[in-house]
């Protein structure tokens, strides 16, 4: 399976010199991130950071790359949005030829950003699976609750998110 991805993946496309990605359309864009060795030949600034929102997607650019990773951070916060099927708002890192999950650190400019559109996709997770178990203890009569996932942001610009677990309640 690999070498067929490889075999079918021609070119690859670079938007201005930042950020690279596979647009073939055919539905395996986001498998390509297995292809490590062709991304490990991208020219980047500082490590390959990876992020695939949707399968028809595979976003790459450098951890040292401010303005690559913050077209990359819209590109796929946009994707997540629209997509109906979205893959996943963490970016990896490639480390010895293995993905990673990754976050800029702490002060880095888009620390915030990224962290947050990670703790947002895996909270729309959450819900999903809330939605399940609430379907399970209803159909089987199981009198315990599930907390909300909630988040919020200050006027400060200061983003959180919680749940709440009432006292005594199972």
């Known amino acids: ?12 496309a670079r938007l201005g010199d930042h950020l690279h990605s596979a647009l073939t359309g055919d539905n395996y ?8 060795g062709r991304i490990g030949e991208f020219e ?32 796929a ?7 109906p099927r979205p893959l996943s708002g963490i970016p990896l890192r490639l480390v ?3 993905w990673e999950d990754w976050l800029p650190p702490a002060g880095h ?3 915030a950003d990224f962290d947050w559109m990670a703790q947002m996709f895996l909270g729309g997770l959450y819900s999903d699976q809330q939605d399940l178990l609430n379907a399970i203890h209803e159909k089987e009569q199981i009198d315990v609750h599930v907390a909300s996932f909630s988040a919020v942001e200050n006027q400060a610009g200061q983003k959180r998110s919680y749940c709440v677990w009432g006292e005594g309640v199972d």
């Open 1 to 12: 399976a690999r070498t067929n991805l490889e075999e079918s993946t021609l070119a690859w």
């Open 29 to 36: 864009d986001s498998a390509r991130l297995l292809l490590t």
């Open 44 to 75: 980047l600034r500082g490590d390959p950071i990876a992020m695939v929102p949707a399968r028809d997607s595979l976003l790459i650019t450098g951890s040292d790359d401010v303005d690559g990773l913050r077209m990359m951070h819209d590109l």
């Open 77 to 83: 916060q946009q994707q997540l949005a629209e997509d």
């Open 96 to 98: 010895d030829d293995e």
């Open 109 to 111: 400019p888009l620390h």
